[in-house]
């Protein structure tokens, strides 16, 4: 490490400014890259635009800055450009270099220094833009202030040289980051714009008034751009994400408390179907994970909507009503300030401070009721759902008694249609969901019995996106599923009875088992959503042509390939190719060797990449609204459901 520092020093001989601690500190950065980042791969890679893109909201924030413009450049640079104050370009009075060097060398030394600005972005972000500096091989900044333009460059976090005055500016202010990642760093260097437009669209929600422009400059043939701005704010949110459902009321409820201890937004939106659907912030970052604002906000929706049911005539409390009951159907974003946010869990996705929930819970109760007592048709709606739910569920579970009653040997036992492994040891085992009972027939004998277990599904499972819960698990085929899989649905899921590392979904590669997989995917989405956050969920990948070359055969995968060999091949007399229809076509052999075999086989592991999109695409490809699922069907379906990872 010192001879690099000492390396750095010797690029920078010319250069005095820059103080030894400042290589230090820039020099761990790069020495354990993720301790400042979380990883060096991808998801690394975008961190680095996030925290860039910080200092710029940090701006807007404090009411300087209205437009945020990020552009991914060709050789993959990110520049992000603002229209707020500048970085100040004076000396830096205790430091003694320019301003523009402090910020962009010194760790944690974010964006401010102003202690009583409120520093809100720092999240799960917020580890300064001077790690990104460090792990940019090239990073230039580009001030736009006091009617000049005055610049810096630097590489791998050290300066090139001192600030330089550029010339007169154009009369606006504003600050330019440009970097270009590390490649020796980063084992992936190209960034992907819908991550990125995921993200930003997101910001713009949550910041309603900020405009942000992506741009993508990377094929000058082919530019890409989208500007992302919501007047409405979370409101726009929840409508954004509830597009392919019908609500019940026109407005989505939307509350704002700004001036609390811990500013506040809520929006909320209730549909005629089943799912509850939340999407929380603090400061800005998405907690996938929850925590105690949302804890706080569950407890307050309870509390308040019980409290207008208990006013109701006794004659229309048809079921006595529970949590669960008041949350089908609704789809929230709630949206909170922390200034000193503590995040839980393995992924710190989880905020922690327990001191939230009680403001939450009785902040926004009040706003809650007062909005009720001023809306009473609102109330009265949501109440009628609510009963219609409970009503449903009582009666659903009377019905269950009923059938346990009737054949207590059965019920929690494993399918008969299982064809188990004989390993007992998880970790080892993979189950097969195998459509249909001949394909089933092919896998049984095909597989290897002592870790790999088959389970066929007869035809299609309940689409779970049109019915409730009860509904879902009363079917046989869903039964079948959780009980193979031993973990238990929704809130009763326990990870810890997992009966398989591996839960791979084998369907044809035709049209009909697109839409299988679709519907099992969902069915894993709503209802085990963990085993694809932990990465239990796999796609078979069965090869639609065999290719015979004299006594050779090779497996094709998709047309690209088939067409790349078929050209390749210059004797087309002794070739044979021939199209699986389905997997039942093929020999228990040949199945094996292409599909189930771990050694020959190629499997993709399902991720979330974008919660709101996937539930957006599973709400639409699964709901009522015919129209836009035909459209989406046609110009989207591969890649949706084999690509898009989910
Ligand atoms: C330090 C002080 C001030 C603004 C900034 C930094 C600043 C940093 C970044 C980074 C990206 N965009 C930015 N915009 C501003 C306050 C300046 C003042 O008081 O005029």
Redo the contacts with the bound molecule.
Sequence with gaps: MAEEIEEAKKENEDYSGSSITVLEGLEAVRVRPAMYIGSTDIRGLHHLVWEVVD??V??ALAGF?NHIEISILPGNGIRVT?N?????TDIHPKEHVG?IEV?MTKLHAG????SNSYKVSAGLHGVG?SCVNALSNKLIVSVRRNGRVVEQAFSKGVPCGPQKDIGPSDGTTG?S?TFYPDDTIFTETVYVYETLATRFRELAFLMSGLRLTLTDERDPEKIQTDTFCFPGGVSEFVRYVDEHRTPLFQEPIHLVLPDGQFPLEVAMWYNDGYQENFFSFVNNVNTYDGGTHVTGFKTALTRIIGKFAQDMPKGKKEAQITSDDIREGLTAVIAIKVSQPQFEGQTKRKLGNSEIASYVNSAFGAKLEEYFQENPSAIKVILDKVYNAAVAREAAHRARTLARRKNVLESGGLPGKLADCSSRDPKLCEVFIVEGDSAGGSAKMGRNREFQAILPLRGKILNVEKASLHRVLETEEIQNLVNAIGTGIGTEFKMEKLRYDKIVIMTDADVDGSHIQTLLLTFFFRYMRPLIDEGHIYLAMPPLYKLKVGQKDTYLFDEDAKDKAMAEIADKKNVTITRFKGLGEMSPEQLNETTMDPKRRFLKQCHVEDSILADQIFSMLMGEDVEPRRKFIESNAYRVLNDLDI
Excluded: W
């Design positions: 200092n710029s940090d701006e800055c603002d707020g104050r500048g970085i100040p301003t910020v964006g401010k220094f102003d833009v600050t980051v």
